[in-house]
């Protein structure tokens, strides 16, 4: 098989060529688009092809953080692992994708992650074969096409959703760049002093607002943000929660981050979106408060779980002394 490997623009036009294998927002070229605009990492298209035409597709982010957490925090991560695997020709087409990838990279990549947004099983022996381990993960998405989402919320969910409104908070679309540029300044301190992970530039999220498959959810209170999430997705399909964060509290006692929630399961369905993944159950095999908390509005729990390369073992020990994974 004959791999090919397009970066930035490149990507996006490859991508665009690729018409309906585009199957998921994560291996679009809208999500390309994103990091080609946003400067804060290069997106890269790999393409395998044989005889009968193409075989596979997968698309990647190559990503740094800033100044000197260069370094420490350069990684390849994927999300949704490869895409368009042409029936009878999935294992072939991965080994093909993954040796070409793992030869291409730079020495700096610290590490290499598929976050897998499917049931994957069927590839455990071709990522092992490469060096992979598979790490378990949990899922979380909520299925909009089948009754009343509301009526799955746990009792606390649905009065911290009550309360939320009483005390008046109001959630809304973004519809100005400035909106985009408050919640941004909220976010980066949060990433940068609780997480203490790299965030993509503000360029990446003004690319977001502009993109027709994302929109930021933002939770207000007397004119002031008080948190916000990316929601995107591809219409008809599935649609991604992506980097939310909120204060704990409005003003009295009311919670924000619930009527996000809620905002965001009750328009996706509205507009058409078969399901709604609050991305993010953190690791099967430990306690998890964030689990716990998006549990409460009623998702189903899938391990499908993360594979994971280290490259440079003693950097990522390191690094993981300071960044919350």
């Known amino acids: 098989?004959?791999?090919?490997?397009?970066?930035?623009?490149?990507?996006?036009?490859?991508?665009?060529?690729?018409?309906?294998?585009?199957?998921?927002?994560?291996?679009?070229?809208?999500?390309?688009?994103?990091?080609?605009?946003?400067?804060?990492?290069?997106?890269?298209?790999?393409?395998?092809?044989?005889?009968?035409?193409?075989?596979?597709?997968?698309?990647?982010?190559?990503?740094?953080?800033p100044g000197p957490l260069q370094w420490l925090s350069t990684r390849f991560i994927i999300w949704g692992g490869p895409a368009s695997l042409r029936p009878g020709a999935e294992e072939k087409a991965t080994h093909a994708l993954l040796?070409?990838?793992?030869?291409?990279?730079p020495s700096t990549v610290v590490y290499v992650e598929f976050r897998n947004l499917r049931d994957m099983q069927t590839l455990f022996p071709v990522?092992?074969?490469?060096?992979?381990?598979?790490?378990?993960?949990l899922d979380l998405s909520i299925a909009l096409t089948e009754g009343d989402p509301l009526q799955r919320f746990r009792p606390a969910r649905r009065r911290q959703v009550v309360q939320a409104r009483k005390a008046g908070i109001r959630v809304d679309y973004a519809t100005e760049e400035a909106q985009v540029k408050e919640w941004y300044l909220m976010l980066k301190s949060f990433y940068l002093l609780k997480l203490r992970r790299p965030l993509p530039s503000l360029a990446f999220f003004l690319a977001a607002g502009r993109s027709w498959a994302c929109q930021l959810l933002l939770a207000r209170q007397e004119g002031k943000v008080l948190g916000g999430?990316?929601?995107?997705?591809?219409?008809?399909?599935?649609?991604?929660?992506?980097?939310?964060?909120?204060?704990?509290?409005?003003?009295?006692?009311?919670?924000?981050?619930?009527?996000l929630y809620a905002e965001a399961i009750l328009r996706s369905a509205a507009e058409g979106y078969t399901s709604l993944n609050l991305m993010g159950g953190g690791k099967g095999d430990r306690p998890s408060g964030v689990r716990t908390y998006k549990l409460g509005f009623g998702p189903e729990k899938n391990n499908y779980g993360r594979f994971l390369l280290v490259r440079r073992p003693l950097v990522y020990a390191l690094a993981s002394c300071w960044v919350k994974r």
């Open 229 to 259: 999430m990316l929601l995107c997705g591809l219409a008809g399909g599935t649609r991604y929660t992506w980097y939310v964060m909120s204060v704990r509290k409005g003003k009295g006692t009311a919670s924000p981050m619930a009527l």
């Open 99 to 105: 040796g070409t990838l793992l030869r291409a990279l």
């Open 127 to 137: 990522f092992h074969s490469h060096g992979f381990r598979f790490l378990s993960y």
């Open 1 to 65: 098989m004959h791999v090919s490997i397009h970066k930035g623009k490149e990507a996006i036009a490859r991508l665009q060529s690729a018409g309906r294998a585009q199957q998921d927002f994560f291996q679009h070229t809208e999500f390309a688009r994103l990091w080609v605009a946003g400067s804060s990492g290069e997106a890269w298209l790999m393409r395998t092809e044989d005889a009968e035409g193409t075989a596979g597709m997968l698309l990647g982010v190559l990503m740094t953080g």
